[in-house]
């Protein structure tokens, strides 16, 4: 009976060791990393209205290293939803609301500057988003694009050349454009600020099938004043199949 008594105390005894001895040994404070979990498609809520910004198909630490969580996050969830939102404020109870994003640019009254800078800027994040990917870099699969590619430009590097040089060439704010002329044929151009070349009356003319945003907002804290080095870096997240897919649509509707 002793022996069971004793047997049967001695979990309870090793257990008050354990906490004496746990109380003698001071505890060291653990101070956490700091994790920060990425939501798998970032999304932001736009104020009611006809247009929405699109939720992205990857986290926003997705294309680091060549463009930074921040950056992104800041530039989806602040940049591009302020100008939805101001979009959709400016064309409210107008019937530019029952159009198509497209639509509205290609038929743009271009001295309305609420809805040129604003339409622009919907437009043009919501291709930049889709045209990128943590998949992306490297050159087009398709025979077809790369074959009109370098009959145009070259070669391939000679097109990135061409593209990055109007990326840089472009001063003060706006973006470097591929995109696909009246004539079918790709071409390379820049516009100011959010400006397009779906927008009527402008040099550049046609459908955009890639863009960069080459605003200070898209890779000041990363690149600061080094915008080559930014242009760079994003063939390494350009997705030629999503591109490669806006070429074929733009040439089939021209
Ligand atoms: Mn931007």
Redesign the pocket.
Known sequence: MKYFTALFLLPFALLLNSCGQKTSTPEVAEIPEETVVYAENPSVTTDPGAFEVPALAYPYNALEPYIDARTMEI?HSR??LAYTNNLNKAIAGTDLEKLSIEELLSNLDMNNMAVRNNGG?HYN?SLFWETMSPTGGGFPESVTFTGDLTATFGSFENFKEEFKKAALGRFGSGWAWLFVNKNGKLEIGSTANQDNPLMPGLPVSGTPILGL?V?E??YYLNYQNKRADYAEAFFNVIDWEVVTAKYEAAKSAK
Do not use: F, P, V, Y
Request: without cysteine.
């Open positions: 530039h940049h591009h800027g994040h945003d605003w907002h898209a």
